[in-house]
């Protein structure tokens, strides 16, 4: 009876360290996120491309339209490059800053479901860093994980 209870424990720990370190990726945990949370902004019907967007940024905001980022290719783009540092800053808290992102807003309807879907989003991008493209580093921009 020991050993089973034992054994049991064992099972466990093993399970809990295993989800303990899995990596955030796209498909598993971002996705998901972002087709509740920002798809209906970001979707199909917003400019396809971030620079059609800044084209005819009036006409876009006006219906309520950002650029298309329902793709890991498009999301990916608002990450390291060319828009680097774009999704961090339109998501950060500000907590570290004061200033905060104006898209942290849409991450939950209570600040507790906003700081978990924060943090996923951090997670997954790995170096949480504000910098543009002038500014960042070579290895600030290594930092940045974005996982399939
Ligand atoms: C109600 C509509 C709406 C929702 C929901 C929304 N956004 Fe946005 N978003 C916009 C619009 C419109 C813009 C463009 C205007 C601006 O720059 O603020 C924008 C801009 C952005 C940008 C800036 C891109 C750039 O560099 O110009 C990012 C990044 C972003 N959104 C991410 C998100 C994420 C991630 C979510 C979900 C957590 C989200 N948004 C939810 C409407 C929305």
Redesign the pocket.
Known sequence: MKKIVLYAAAIALAFSSAAYSEETTYRKHIKP??DA??V???GENAAHE?RA??ED?AK??SK????R?DTYSH?VF?TAWL?TG??M???DDGKGTGKQG??YQ??GSTEDERQQ?LKL?KDWVGNWTLKKWKDITKEEMDGIKVKY
């Open positions: 996120l972002f949370k920002c209906s902004c970001h971030y967007f800044k940024k876009w905001v309520g339209q950002g650029m980022m999301l608002y828009d774009a999704l800053r339109r998501l104006n898209m849409y991450l879907n989003f």
